[in-house]
């Protein structure tokens, strides 16, 4: 069956419908909602159709349909009783007074039907499989739920707003330029951040023919390498910036989703090796958004957590450079989920602490005596080269040296290894396997945890 999906203006015919179950009643709220005169004929009414009438939305007769209806000229007819002599009878009927009409019964003796719909008004996104698969077009419509913010609605409000504007201002073959130029500006993602002054005055700007040279930083955490983790938000932004500054950390299936006009810089820093020093990394930010451009500073794991994000927006705040921090899951969270290790966990550990093990002239100073407490997760970012120094300091603070310790490689990728041992014998283990970067330190009880709940 060949369809096609048409936008319909609500008002443009009236429509009957017949039937006064739940599809029926569902397609007379639909109806109302896009503003059609209505009227409906059933043997009875359920309480969200005799509503609709009480208000006045509707015109409603109780009564059982007969086969030979009279139909105001060009009317749309919703048949949905539940008795298909009937609807047969009366699409026939329909279609000789020159009607179309919607069969709930029977999609392929249909002339129209609803499509399901995501509702962003007055953005709408209309979803088809053109009556083959009600299962599947649902599945659709939940992941463009999800996948759409709510906020499209304000967007296209925005948008809307301008119509006038843009139609005084601008001759007719500008227009169309004019918001294609407005749509690929940061305007829809400042409606989307819930600034909708700011996305107004950009607006207006490019209006009044100034190139938008509103630059901003989106500070972002890709999280620890499944792609699948990132946060919706965290993907439309990567997805949209004109620059990404990017680290070594930040997993190739999250460097994918990059759009592919975008420039990629590389400011990482392998251990002792630093690429760019962070001095020019929060300048280079800086920089680039005052040239107008949306840039995304893509960062591994959470920005916040031993990420040195706090010093490169301090640096924009300076600058007063407009910025947007967007979290990732970090490193701990992914790797204790993915390796079957809970943080937390009533039987084992009421607290969880987040250290750096990461070394200064070959020492790592921390505070052991903090360190060494029952009932307490460690985790060590940055540990891997330290490992041996850090299971001396433990045991020689007091921690038991049978405790357990997981090193969590290449968490959440798809070459994860978990390497599970004991503080007394870790260094032995370290010294004889090939570990490689990142590596995350999880030490504490709830390792003993990871032989049961390993789920990968
Ligand atoms: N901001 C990051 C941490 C940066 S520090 C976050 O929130 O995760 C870098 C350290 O994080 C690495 O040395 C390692 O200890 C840890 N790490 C990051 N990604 C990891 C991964 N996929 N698997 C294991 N450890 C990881």
Known sequence: MMTLPLVFRGDARPFVVIGGGVVASRKVQ?????????KVIAKSADAAVAHLEQQGKIRLEVREANASETFEQGSLVVIATNDSELNEALAVSARQQGCLVCRTDRKEDSDFA???????????????????????????????EAFLPQEYRQLGELVEALRERVK???????????????MASQVPELVLARQPERANAVAKSLLSGQSDTHGEVYLVGAGPG??????????RLIQSADVVFYDRLVGPGVMALISPDAERIYVGKAKSDHAVPQDDINQHLVDAAKQGKRVLRLKGGDPFIFGRGGEEIERLAQYGVPFQVVPG?????????????????????????FVTGHLRNNTCNLPWDELVHPNQTLVIYM??????????????????????????????????????????????????????????????????????????
């Not at 719909?117 to 992941?143: E, F, N, Y």
């Not at 899951?329 to 602490?353: E, F, K, N």
Request: aromatic fraction near 4%; include cysteine; hydrophobic fraction near 45%.
């Open 226 to 235: 499944d792609p699948d983790l990132l946060t919706f938000r965290a993907l």
């Open 30 to 38: 639909t109806l109302v909602k896009a503003g059609a005169d209505v």
């Open 383 to 456: 540990g891997l080269s330290g490992i041996v120094e850090i299971c001396h300091q433990l045991i020689a603070n007091g921690m038991d040296e049978q405790s357990p310790i997981a090193l969590v490689e290449k968490g959440t990728l798809p070459d994860q290894k978990v390497h599970i041992s004991t503080l007394a014998d870790m260094p032995e283990l370290i010294s004889s396997t090939e570990i490689q970067a990142p590596t995350l330190t999880i030490i504490g009880s709830v390792v003993t945890l990871h032989s049961k709940l390993a789920w990968r």
């Open 114 to 144: 609803f499509p399901a719909v995501v509702d962003r008004s007055p953005v709408l996104v209309a979803i088809s499989s053109s009556g083959t698969s009600p299962a599947l077009t649902r599945h659709l419509k939940q992941r463009i």
């Open 329 to 353: 899951i970090t490193a701990a969270s992914g790797c204790a989920a993915y390796s079957g290790i809970p943080l937390t966990h009533r039987d084992h550990a009421q607290s969880v602490r």
């Open 168 to 182: 005084t201002r601008l001759a007719l073959p500008l227009r169309a330029p004019f918001w294609r130029k407005l």
